[in-house]
């Protein structure tokens, strides 16, 4: 059997296990820093630490939990990397470094269990869940992508995979990004997007303080039920009635809205009227985000005109808006493209 994966242990947590075998807890706070602030995963370079410690380290522990298979370079500056877990099954993780900020989207699941129609990842199914180890090394194996220069600024939870349906592995994982001694990332600077797994998300909140998205893409239901599956476990009215009671949500901590304009199914000037109606008194921000064809769909993003209309619509409507230009298409790394395609064959 393999060695446990320390990385993914939040600094309180690497404590503990360090206390259980005897070693003191300003110890678990040296590495902590060596592996996630420096990124030193080898004991051998530990060199604050005591040799017994290291070689201890070296025996009861593994650092890595994700083999690199293949990096894309998008001529737009964003990276996709494939990266391979210890039993085989791949995931992807995206960096998209802009002037101010270097935003890491990193993956929960292994394809994903919702079925989202607009969605290439939906389309291969679910294979298993991500633990806080194979979460935490897309941010490590990302992070030394980057030129010494730059580093990872957000995180973003919106790679493949529906993050509430991992909650454990996912708390864990946020935990370690925040804590002080691990990646000291500001919690406004850490995003979970959910499709609205209504249970789950006071839940979230209340452990981590995180940014909450949303993938609306259609303000009602019938349209709803075909992109996202999941609204007719949990429709619309029971999803914005959660958003409107959470305790955090506030003008400064806003829902942030997901919205994938489609071509001829949710981008009439009728849809826009109904996003405004819907999100009404709700504190929250929408992020528009026009349709990535890809192999899998048959559908389209709308011409420039209609865009623009469906924009007009909804400022008029009094709802906070971003066009959110779409990065890395070329290397299939946009909202919706992720889908290994080694694993799909
Ligand atoms: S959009 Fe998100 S929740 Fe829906 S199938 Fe794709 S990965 Fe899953």
Redesign the pocket.
Known sequence: MSAPALIGLSPDHLRRRFKEVGVPGYRADQVAEWVYQRGVLEPEAMTNLPQELRGQLLADWSFRALEPVRVAHSTDGTVKAVLRASDGVLVEAVLIPEEERTTLCVSTQVG?P???S??A??ALGFTRNLDAAEIIDQVLRMRELLPADRTITNVVFMG???PLLNLPNLIAAVETLLHPKAFAMAPRRVTVST?GVVPKIGELLEAVPVNLAV?LHAATDAVRDVL?P?NRRFPLAELMQTLRELPRISRRHPVFFEYTLIDGVNDSREDAREVGRLLRGLPSKLNLIPMNAHSDSGYQPPPPERIDAFMGELVRGGVTTTLRRSRGADIDAAC?QLAVREAAG
């Open positions: 994903c919702l079925a989202c607009f969605c990842t939906g493949m995979g529906e499709a993938s996202v999941l919706g």
